[in-house]
């Protein structure tokens, strides 16, 4: 399952992107679809999750401002993100897991996939 991500830019201190994710390939379903980022010189951490029946969770630093969705069709998650601030500069990782194709089209395998990653650059 690959996971093309866009969206990325630069944007001044106060302005708002939407970043986007779509899945492509062949598999069963997708449970859960997340944003990651990782900024120069640190860990790469959750931004926001939306989960297998439409939870959501969101990293502190970013309630409130930013907000995920995933499509109708369940293959393709966005995040907005409003008020944007310097220390919102990294690369952002799209992740999705969920189930392959089994026999009669039954879930088969779990498969995790991560996007190539969509660079945000916030100034001040």
């Known amino acids: 399952v690959q996971l093309q991500a866009s969206g990325g830019g630069l944007v001044q201190a106060g302005g708002s992107l939407r970043l986007s994710c779509v899945a492509s390939?062949?598999?069963?379903?997708?449970?859960?679809m997340a944003w990651y980022r990782q900024a120069p010189g640190k860990e790469r951490e959750l931004v926001a999750r939306?989960?297998?029946?439409?939870?959501?969770d969101y990293a502190t630093s970013v309630k409130d401002r930013f907000t995920i969705f995933r499509d109708s069709a369940e293959r393709a998650v966005y995040l907005g993100m409003n008020s944007l601030r310097p220390e919102d500069t990294a690369v952002y990782y799209c992740?999705?897991?969920?189930?392959?194709?089994?026999?009669?089209?039954?879930?088969?395998?779990?498969?995790?996939?991560w996007g190539p990653g969509t660079l945000v650059t916030v100034s001040s």
């Open positions: 939306y989960t297998t029946g439409g939870h959501t």
């Open positions: 390939g062949t598999y069963h379903s997708i449970s859960n």
């Open positions: 992740y999705a897991d969920g189930f392959l194709v089994g026999k009669g089209w039954s879930p088969g395998r779990n498969f995790n996939s």
